[in-house]
C-alpha cells in the first residue's frame, strides 16, 4: 500500500495475529461451554433415573417390613438407599467430577437394583414358608374335622328342621374347600409369584379358621345329642385311643391309661405307698366304646353315655382299697395330695355333685365329664 510504513505494516499484522488468538480462545471457550453442557445435562438426567429407582426402593423397604426370611437383605437395601441418597444430595460440580472420574450414579443404580432384588427374592422365600406352615396347620384342622365327620356318620337327631343335619353339610363342605384350597397353594409354592403366595397362605388361614369353627359346631352339636348332662362332653377319640397312645399301668397291668398321665399317676402311687404300705387299687380304667355301652344305663347317672366319658379317652381311673368311700383315710389323703401329681376328684363326684362317686378320679388334661 502507497505510503505505508514498516510500522504500519508492524502494527497491522500484530492485529491480525490477536484476532486469530481471539477467534481460537473463542471457539475453545464455546466447544468446551457445550461439551460441559452435554456432562451436565447427562449427569442431571442420571441423577433423575437414580431418584426415581431410589424412592421404588424406599417403597419396598418400608412394604417389605417383616415379610422377609433374611432380615439382612432389608439391612443392605436400607445402606444403599442411604448411599443413593448421598450421592443425590451432593453439589451438581461435586456429581459431574464423580461422574467423570468414577461410575458414579451407575454403580449407585447397580447396588439398589441388586439390593432391590435381594429383598423380593427373601419377601418370596418368607411367602413360600408361610404357605407350607399353614398348610401343615390346616391339615391338623383337617385332620381333626375329617375324624369329627366320620364319628358323627348316622349318629343325627331331628332338633328343629333338621339343625344337626345343617351342621353336618357345613363341615362336609368346609372340608372340600380345604382340599381345593390345599391344591392352589400347593401349585403356588412351584413358583415365585409374591402375590401369588401370598393370597395362598391367606386362603389358608381363611379355610383353616372356617373348618375349625365348623368342626366346634359339629362337636357341640353331636355333644347335645350324645351327652345328656352338661358336665358331659362328647368326643370323637372316646373309646378308640390308639393302643399306641395307651400305657399299662405297672401295678395293675391289665388297665391302661394314655401314656402322658402314667408318669404322674405312678408318682402319686408311690407317695400312697409310702403312707399306707400298698398301691392304689385301680378297678377301671380305660374303656373302649363298646365296654363303655355295656356298662351305659340311660335309667342310672353312674355311668356316661358312649362317647361322653373321660374313661374313653384314658384318663380316669376308678379307685378302690378304701378311697371308695368318703371320708375314709385313703380318700381324705387323695383329696390332700392327688393334686400335686395332676390328679383331681371332679365337682360332678363330689357328695354333693351331681352323681357322688368317690372312687372317680382323673387327670387334669381331663375335662368334667364322668
Not at 417383616?66 to 443392605?76: F, I, L, N, Q, Y
Request: net charge negative; hydrophobic share 40%.
Amino acid at each position: 500500500m502507497v505510503g505505508e510504513t514498516a510500522r504500519d505494516r508492524r502494527e497491522a499484522k500484530s492485529r491480525r495475529r490477536r484476532g486469530i488468538r481471539v477467534f481460537v480462545v473463542t471457539t475453545l471457550v464455546v466447544a468446551l461451554a457445550m461439551a460441559c453442557g452435554g456432562v451436565a445435562w447427562y449427569v442431571v438426567s442420571d441423577a433423575e433415573e437414580l431418584a426415581g429407582q431410589t424412592a421404588s426402593a424406599r417403597e419396598l423397604l418400608v412394604s417389605s417390613a417383616g415379610k422377609v426370611a433374611e432380615p439382612a437383605t432389608r439391612t443392605d437395601l436400607s445402606a444403599r438407599i442411604e448411599e443413593a441418597d448421598a450421592l443425590l444430595g451432593g453439589p451438581v460440580l461435586t456429581r459431574l467430577t464423580t461422574q467423570l472420574t468414577t461410575t458414579g450414579t451407575a454403580d449407585a443404580r447397580a447396588s439398589l437394583v441388586t439390593a432391590s432384588d435381594a429383598v423380593r427374592a427373601s419377601m418370596v422365600d418368607q411367602a413360600r414358608a408361610e404357605v407350607t406352615a399353614a398348610r401343615r396347620t390346616l391339615a391338623d384342622a383337617k385332620s381333626r374335622g375329617e375324624k369329627v365327620y366320620e364319628a358323627t356318620q348316622g349318629e343325627g337327631f331331628d332338633q328343629g328342621e333338621g339343625e344337626y343335619e345343617v351342621v353336618q353339610a357345613g363341615l362336609q363342605a368346609a372340608l372340600e374347600a380345604v382340599t381345593t384350597a390345599d391344591a392352589a397353594a400347593s401349585s403356588s409354592l412351584g413358583g415365585a409369584d409374591l402375590a401369588e403366595l401370598e393370597k395362598a397362605a391367606l386362603d389358608l388361614s381363611r379355610n383353616r379358621s372356617v373348618v375349625t369353627m365348623a368342626t366346634q359346631a359339629m362337636v357341640a352339636a353331636q355333644d347335645a345329642a350324645t351327652c345328656p348332662e352338661p358336665d358331659h362332653v362328647w368326643d370323637p377319640d372316646s373309646g378308640v385311643v390308639p393302643s399306641s397312645d395307651l400305657s399299662p399301668i405297672p401295678w395293675s397291668p391289665t388297665n391302661f391309661v394314655r401314656t402322658d398321665v402314667l408318669d404322674g399317676l405312678i408318682a402319686l402311687d408311690a407317695a400312697y405307698s409310702k403312707a399306707f404300705g400298698k398301691h392304689l387299687t385301680i378297678n377301671s380304667s380305660y374303656r373302649t366304646l363298646a365296654e363303655q355301652a355295656a356298662l351305659y344305663d340311660p335309667s342310672s347317672p353312674i355311668a356316661a353315655p358312649p362317647g361322653c366319658s373321660n374313661h374313653g379317652l384314658g384318663l380316669a381311673v376308678d379307685i378302690g382299697g378304701g378311697v371308695q368311700t368318703f371320708g375314709t383315710p385313703q380318700y381324705n389323703w387323695l383329696k390332700a395330695n392327688a393334686g400335686s401329681y395332676g390328679w383331681v376328684h371332679p365337682a360332678f363326684a363330689e357328695p354333693d355333685g351331681r352323681v357322688p362317686e368317690p372312687w372317680h378320679w382323673q387327670s387334669v388334661l381331663a375335662r368334667e365329664t364322668s
